[in-house]
């Protein structure tokens, strides 16, 4: 572990000489005008080939009922704290849930053939979510709340409108990224639970023009790293953007891994920009398992994100969900009744970006559900919750 840690440190140090000089989130600059879009200066229109930076995310996060995290032999029980529904904002103690250094290459076509690749490392409360079986998961890269991994980890070749990824990458499936600075809201929504937030395998991506991108490959397992030969799954999807003010985008993962027999998972997003400064994005996931004893669990949810940007240094947002869940749901670990559960969730925050390196995320919440009890201490079917965190880019 002094190991690690000691990489870690010169990672960051490495990366701190050379910072990579962004501008604010919600730039005004076309063509770059999206609420979320990366920022129009210096990078708008361009595409440099070397990549390199990062940023550290930290945050606090508290319930109505004051309770902490607890824990049974190492592992995080998940009605304790904010309960594991929240994932990246389980805590309620100040905690960094990022520290996320990347380097890469990009691949870049216009002339035909060209290869990339890249490297990502996390380290903090989220660490521990994107940790792959057979690669970090299991070997001693971290402890408690704190965890590291390698997020990314694959190398690409492009050849004009084609382009093949090989290695670790984090998922194309679903609206909410792992990726602290790819999202507006602190906390995940409930359909994240259902999708996986990285993979190990290869896909290839097709793009013949800027309005339709597909994409199709193969991948070991949902958190595998090449470990097991019996763990396979196709990945396949898109988006297609009929024009500037239309998005659409769908996944599915159909696999077959030895733990669990089969698995399908899917998800439909589409994004409307009707005005100039509003975003719409309404979510639709389903999740389907079994394993060998013929026992399921799974469920499905819609979730609703409506952004409004009042100016390129602050934005509001709002999140409205619900999801269904079935019998017993094993990657939340819900032990919910036979009749199944309900789950609704109710979020409201703002992104304010004072400047280029610094953005503070904000945000109260609401959960109810009916089915089971996973709030103070198992007590209760309902819960208050608010938090904010601040990233810190470079």
Known sequence: MRTLITIFIAAVAVCCAAPEIKAGLFSDCSPCDTILQEPCEPICGTKPNWEYGGWIETGLYVNQYGQRNAYDRGGFRPWSGNTIMLDNAKQSDLQMNQTWLYLGRQVDTRWGFDVGGRVDFVYGTDGASLQSTGLEAGKGWGSGDYYAAV???????????????????????????????ERF???????????PNMHSGAIVTWEPNEKLSLFGGWITGESGFFNNPNDNAALLGGTIAPSEQIEIVYSVLVGHEKSVQEYFAQ???????????????????????????????????ISNTLLYRANEKLAFGSRIEWMRVYDRVEMLDFPVGAN????????????????PYLLIRPEVRYDKVYGFRPFDRESSGEQFSAGTSAIVKF
């Open 340 to 355: 199944g559960a309900s789950l609704y969730g109710l979020t409201f925050g703002l992104n304010w970006t004072p400047n």
């Open 151 to 181: 997020a990314q980890l694959y190398g690409e070749v492009g050849f004009k409108d084609v382009n093949v990824k090989v290695g670790k990458f984090l998922t194309p499936m679903g609206y909410e990224d792992s990726q602290a600075t």
């Open 267 to 301: 998800s439909l997003a589409l994004t409307i920009k009707p005005l100039h400064r509003w975003e719409y994005t309404c979510e639709w996931t389903l999740r389907n398992d079994s394993n060998l004893r013929r026992a399921y669990w799974g469920g499905y949810g």
């Open 185 to 195: 809201f602190y906390s995940l929504g409930y359909t994240s639970a259902f999708l």
